[in-house]
């Protein structure tokens, strides 16, 4: 997956489209991120005992789909796709497709 924790991501497509915020949490195996502010739902969560202290109706950002989400560049502040560039040392490193900044 492109996509790291602390990315800075913009949704492509769905009810947030155009909404930006950072990857929280990524799981590549099922192909999905949790970004800030992005997929709000609200859970009806009851109090079990002394142990969960927050009860009641909580709003919390749900798991969005890798592909409807695209990288933020942090040169050109445009949402583009992700390349890799192999370095004469050997490392790889990902290269923004517009710009052709190294990210990270």
Do not use: F, W
């Amino acid at each position: 997956m492109k996509i790291k924790k602390g990315d800075n991501v913009e949704v492509i497509s769905g009810d947030d489209k155009g909404a930006r915020g950072t990857v929280h949490t990524a799981t590549p195996k099922e192909g999905r991120l949790i970004v800030s502010g992005v997929n709000m739902i609200k859970k009806h969560q009851r109090r079990t005992g002394n142990v969960r202290t927050q009860a009641g109706i909580i709003e919390r950002e749900a798991p969005v789909r890798v592909e409807k989400v695209a990288l933020v560049c942090p040169h050109c502040d445009k949402p583009t796709r992700v390349g890799y560039s192999l370095a004469p040392d050997g490392s790889k490193s990902r290269v923004c497709r517009k710009c052709g900044e190294v990210i990270d």
